[in-house]
């Protein structure tokens, strides 16, 4: 059974901290592991990243792939309370190419 | 604007009533979904659909429904059987075969039983 495991689940910092988010994965042909940022609705899509080593960026959120230790994380740096949100790491599904496994996700809270 | 639109927003449901959640998509993508979200669950698979007229079962599906006559449309059912259905559930779809695999999600309804 394929397996998304992220941690913390939750954590609290002060805004212009910078923050890592990680997610260690157990996917039988693993193809690619998503990032979202859920809000108060709708996950909001962030990343994919299929290849080791390469970091995507995007403003102040950054994300790296290590398929040789099964792990992503996801970087925030410089957090401000708009930061604050669940993130949820997903990756498709061993024998299928529409299933998604998700972790539980991680609860970020940004105070002033 | 393409998306996902889901109806209603919020859902109030005695206990023994069938309900059914609406998702429609304009985005022409061929494949979708219903996912539930309970608080420190992450999201879990109810039902998805590769193509119209077609769908399989998700992790737990059991007390729901589903149906997908056309494209751009799948409604889900909660159904009486469902022990425990107040939830916030999630509709995504995806562009269908060779796609990047990357979901987009409506905003979702809440379902709360009373």
């Known amino acids: 059974e394929d397996k998304v495991v992220q941690s913390p689940l939750s954590l609290v910092v002060h805004e212009g901290d910078t923050v890592t988010l990680n997610c260690s994965y157990e996917?039988?042909?693993?193809?690619?592991l998503l990032w979202y940022k859920q809000e108060k609705k709708a996950p909001t899509f962030l990343f994919m990243l299929?290849?080791?080593?390469i970091e995507k960026k995007s403003g102040r959120l950054s994300s790296i792939l290590d398929k040789k230790e099964l792990f992503s994380i996801l970087n925030i740096t410089a957090t401000q309370t708009g930061d604050s949100a669940i993130y949820l790491c997903a990756s498709p599904s061993s024998g299928s190419n529409y299933k998604l496994t998700f972790g539980k996700g991680t609860l970020l809270t940004v105070n002033p | 604007d393409g998306g996902i639109t889901q109806s209603p927003k919020y859902l109030f449901r005695k206990e023994g009533q069938n309900v059914t959640l609406s998702c429609e998509q304009n985005?022409?993508?061929?494949?979708m979904y219903w996912y539930r979200q309970d608080p420190g669950q992450g999201l879990r698979l109810i039902y998805y659909?590769?193509?119209?007229?077609?769908?399989q079962k998700g992790d737990i599906a059991e007390g729901y429904s589903v149906s997908r006559e056309k494209k751009e449309s799948f409604p889900l059912t909660v159904t009486s059987a469902q022990k425990n259905p107040t939830a916030f559930y999630l509709c995504a779809s995806t562009l269908g075969a060779g796609s990047t695999d990357t979901q987009y999600f409506g905003p979702g309804t809440r379902l709360t039983v009373l």
């Open positions: 299929t290849s080791s080593g």
């Open positions: 996917v039988t042909n693993f193809r690619s």
């Open positions: 985005l022409n993508h061929d494949a």
């Open positions: 659909s590769q193509i119209v007229n077609d769908f």
